[in-house]
């Protein structure tokens, strides 16, 4: 006879208000600690009656120099408490490059394109079935020289995609910003598989005519993750430099990167990988914050390279017959999560609160101390945060992200919904997500978000950003005309 | 109220003591150490004389005879001996086809080579190191170098790394301004730079004459080098980075469009040098100046130079004729011992030098480089300091001058302090003694001097 479920359900009740007392008890310590003395004063005073207070008040015999002194020295502690603390880095905006439809690949173009590229029909029927369990939709977009059969992958074109989608994210971003392109000190570009001579960075340069001090970088090879090396980069750069702005553009160029061989390891970057940009505008000046949208907050970078399987995982090869693609190992999603576990090593003291880490000392010591059966404490990042963005590489990853964090379905929303409209941008996807959780209306003053990218190397990138007022429902943006179709149900397998 | 005063006054001293210790805390982990550095000496069956250069040009049957003579001409003519170096794969016959592992094994030789001589060297483990640069234009795999080296060398998991790509001949510069930015924000911080370039995967096989003369003049070369704003290592250190300065013209379409990869008309990349490339160099050479003097030059020097400006314009007014087209010249040597001029070819540096008012002893160490090495990219300042090195030329307190030009267009220079005598040899260990050379003219000018009267 089956178990009646209310006893259960009814502990489970238990459990889970015994989490939630322990929680803010734990959160709000020093806060418990003050109320007897806050109930106390008041009794106190109220019990001494008025007329002793006033005494009490004129025996103080404070004379000037005295209370000159307290003031000076308070305002000296609170100034060197203000000058010792690092520069506030404020993301004033950004924007993300939306795709012109003409650029559109829906599952049925890329099917007929892979026959007619190539006749093999293993590879056809291998790539089929990725792309119906991919999680991507039919609006996702390929740059012009990639719609060619067969694809047309020279520097021109790929120079020609180049400035379409960065200079269409800048655009944007001027227009939003009011950003004059002589007021920008810093410049980082992030570009993981084209790297021409002279770089993109010179390439924006020549474009918007921008000062001759500039502070510019151009980072290539890094992989997905760049994006965050990036904001790095660009925040160690306004730490060292006051009164000062960076722009730094995140983008993948897919022109040179077709792979036009049979190994199944390297179809699958053809089947994810799409076009994307965005540029973001950093700044440490304190007029900025009054109408920067974030503040960065935290990045934390783990390199597992040191790791033989982790640093193949994803590598850029020639097969047999000398084609080059990307080969992405079987064992990628079981890297990624060991990846991602040393990265939370790293981010969980400095963002998760004071319950989650004392839970989690305490199993570890159990763990060690008493007895080494008792299951690992996972702890929940949905305390310390209300969105997070997952870089949008696969289904498998967000699939296997959204287990390891014990993440809700809406938590994941944003980048399943961006892997689904935009594929796999690479470094931008994190900005698409940023995006559709803003276009949703979700964004309030005070929220945080989590950014996680992976990227090849193996590298697991963090950061976290706190917003700083309330985002109303974008009016422009990649996801103005098609927020209101999204969510949607994406089924496992989708028969064309 | 005794005892509020002691405590008001105790906090007070405690306050403006972390205050000031955080100051001088502040300033004393700014400063940017040199420890050491180690360029690359590949094989010498890698050896590219002109008799191979010459077999190589004649492999690419696309060139008529004036494109032969004209390409032997410049190599003839160029300044650099026949004991430059050339990747594998073109020595073995592959520059038209250069497969992705030829441009591997290029770039790991010279990485492997001159990171394991640097650890070895300092004494200091990969697992040790905190920053990761990497800086080798032309080719940038997935994963990047910088992840070759971590997983090569097994550094830790939190190591800051960055690969800079595309960023030309003056790219080293730049990976140290990167660097010393990293370096204002974290204490007793180690970092390794490697800059390099990469020439298999980038052989042009067409026949513009433009793009023909990148495969001419570079040659492979590299060099790896460590960074600290440790006050403790301070007294291992060879020089201190004293002010660094980037200027960068890519807003006028000449300047960005005269040194750049492209296709030619039959589809071939290559790397187009056009005409205009002196008359940018120059304009960029002169706005990093501009920058460069105030913070190198002695006040004196500046007075001076202010002074003589007045009194030049005076002059031009009333005189026009005998003083048209001159211009007031600042005297670098006042501020600077020694000067790392970029070894882009024989003209760059006659005209930079020129530029500069050195003379034939200040512009030895680069010529010397470009006949031994060749044109190495980003790593060529290097190879001029260990010349300099080598010929014990660098005493304590000398102030060293390195200054670059490269794609986009940029010109990029930093002046460093020699913080004690340096008499390695280095790379020019075998070779110095042969230096400075009777003749600079190419030995096979006998048997290829024709091209010149042709």
């Known amino acids: 006879m089956p178990r009646a479920p209310f006893p259960e359900l009814s502990s489970s009740v238990r459990l889970k208000y015994v989490k939630l007392g322990y929680q803010c008890l734990v959160n709000n310590f020093v806060a418990f600690l003050l109320i007897p003395v806050m109930i106390a004063v008041p009794l106190v005073l109220v019990r001494r009656g008025p007329d002793e207070i006033m005494a009490l008040w004129h025996s103080l015999q404070l004379d000037l120099t005295q209370v000159l002194f307290s003031v000076f020295l308070l305002v000296f502690v609170a100034a060197v408490y203000f000058v010792s603390r690092p520069r506030p880095v404020y993301l004033v905006d950004y924007a993300c490059f939306k795709p012109p439809t003409t650029c559109r690949v829906p599952s049925a173009t890329f099917m007929e394109h892979a026959w007619l590229i190539n006749w093999d029909e293993k590879s056809v029927q291998f790539q089929t079935r990725i792309l119906e369990r991919s999680g991507l939709g039919e609006e996702t977009c390929l740059p012009p020289a990639s719609h060619y059969i ?113 190994q199944r390891s390297m179809l699958l970057p053809n089947c994810l990988f799409r076009m994307g940009a965005a540029a973001i505008l950093l700044s440490n000046r304190r007029r900025d914050a009054r109408r920067a949208k974030y503040r960065l907050l935290h990045v934390v970078r783990t390199h597992k390279g040191a790791d033989d399987r982790a640093y193949r995982c994803v590598y850029q ?36 609160p004071m319950s989650e880490q004392l839970l989690f000392f305490l199993t570890l010591v159990g763990r060690k101390l008493i007895n080494h059966k008792w299951k690992p404490y996972v702890p929940d990042f949905k305390l310390a945060f209300e969105h997070f963005c997952i870089h949008a590489g696969g289904r498998a990853v967000i699939d296997e992200l959204q287990n390891n964090l014990q993440l809700t379905a809406e938590h994941v929303e944003a980048s399943r919904m961006t892997l689904h409209r935009f594929g ?73 | 109220m005794e005892l509020l005063w002691m405590i008001a006054t105790v906090l007070f001293l405690y306050s403006s003591l972390s205050f000031l210790w955080k100051a001088f805390d502040c300033r004393r982990n700014q400063n940017c150490y040199l420890l050491d550095y180690v360029c690359y000496k590949p094989s010498d069956d890698r050896k590219l004389s002109t008799e191979l250069c010459s077999d190589v040009i004649k492999r690419n049957k696309r060139l008529s005879m004036p494109d032969y003579k004209f390409l032997l001409k410049v190599v003839v003519n160029s300044g650099i001996s026949e004991e430059t170096y050339g990747p594998r794969s073109i020595i073995e016959g592959r520059e038209e086809s250069p497969t992705l592992d030829d441009c591997d094994d290029e770039v790991d030789d010279c990485m492997h080579s001159t990171l394991d001589e640097l650890f070895h060297r300092t004494g200091i483990s990969p697992g040790d190191v905190d920053v990761l640069v990497v800086n080798i234009s032309m080719f940038a795999p997935a994963p990047s170098l910088t992840s070759r080296i971590v ?26 301004d990167l660097v010393n930015n990293v370096f204002e924000t974290r204490k007793r911080t180690l970092a390794v730079v490697i800059t390099s370039e990469s020439i298999a995967p980038n052989w042009y096989c067409g026949t513009d004459k433009s793009m023909m003369l990148g495969n001419c003049l570079f040659r492979s070369g590299g060099c790896s080098f460590m960074l600290t704003n440790d006050p403790s290592l301070k007294h291992r250190a060879k020089m201190r980075l004293k002010c660094l300065v980037r200027a960068h013209s890519g807003a006028n379409d000449d300047a960005y469009s005269c040194a750049m990869q492209n296709e030619d008309t039959d589809g071939r990349v290559g790397f187009h040098l056009s005409k205009s490339l002196p008359k940018v160099a120059v304009r960029a050479f002169t706005e990093n100046l501009q920058a460069l003097a105030p913070k190198v030059l002695p006040v004196g ?154």
């Open chain 2, 301 to 454: 020097e500046l007075a001076l130079y202010v002074i003589r400006g007045l009194r030049h314009r005076l002059r031009r007014s009333k005189e026009t004729k005998a003083y048209a087209g001159t211009a007031v010249r600042v005297n670098f040597k006042s501020g600077v011992e020694h000067f790392c001029l970029h070894t882009g070819g024989a003209a760059v540096i006659d005209a930079v030098g020129s530029a500069l008012g050195l003379n034939k002893y200040d512009v030895e160490p680069a010529r010397m480089t470009l006949h031994r090495w060749g044109n190495t990219s980003a790593s060529s300042l290097w190879y001029v300091l260990g010349y300099m090195e080598a010929k014990k030329r660098l005493r304590r307190k000398d102030r060293v001058l390195m200054l670059s030009f490269g794609a986009g267009f940029k010109c990029n220079s930093c002046l460093w302090e020699v913080l004690r005598d340096l008499e390695d040899g280095g790379a020019w260990e075998d070779s110095i003694q042969a230096y400075p050379p009777q003749s600079l003219v190419n030995p096979f000018m006998d048997k290829f001097g024709w091209v010149n009267e042709a």
């Open chain 1, 150 to 262: 067969p694809p047309n992958p020279t520097m021109e074109a790929a120079r020609a995609e180049a400035q379409l989608v960065i200079f269409s994210a800048i655009d944007d971003l001027f227009k939003k910003t009011g950003l004059r392109p002589k007021n920008i000190d810093i410049l980082v570009v992030n570009c993981s598989l084209f790297s021409p001579t002279p770089s993109l960075s010179s390439m924006i340069i020549n474009k918007y005519e921008l000062r001759s001090n500039i502070r510019s970088f151009n980072l290539s090879g890094m992989g997905c993750s760049a994006g965050l090396i990036s904001i790095d980069l660009a925040r160690d750069l306004l730490q060292v430099h006051p009164r000062s702005n960076a722009l730094v553009i995140s983008t993948e160029i897919i022109t040179p990167n077709s792979y036009t061989g049979n």
């Open chain 2, 151 to 176: 997983n090569r060398y097994k550094m830790r998991e939190d190591v800051k790394t960055f690969n800079l790509s595309g960023m030309g001949c003056s790219a080293s510069p730049i990976a140290i």
């Open chain 1, 317 to 352: 090869e020639e097969d047999a017959e000398g084609h080059t693609g990307i080969s992405l190992s079987k064992n990628l999603m079981a890297i990624a999560g060991e990846a991602l576990k040393s990265n939370i090593t790293t981010i969980g003291p400095l963002v998760l």
């Open chain 1, 424 to 496: 796999n941008t690479s470094s931008s996807s994190l900005w698409y997500e940023l995006s559709y959780i803003e276009s949703k209306g979700r964004m309030r003053r005070g929220h945080r978000v989590w950014q996680i990218g992976f990227g090849s190397g193996f590298k697991c990138n963090s950061a976290v950003w706190k917003c700083l007022r309330t985002v109303e429902t974008l009016v422009d943006g990649p996801w103005a005309d098609c927020i209101n179709r999204y969510p949607v149900d994406i089924p496992d397998v989708v028969k064309p």
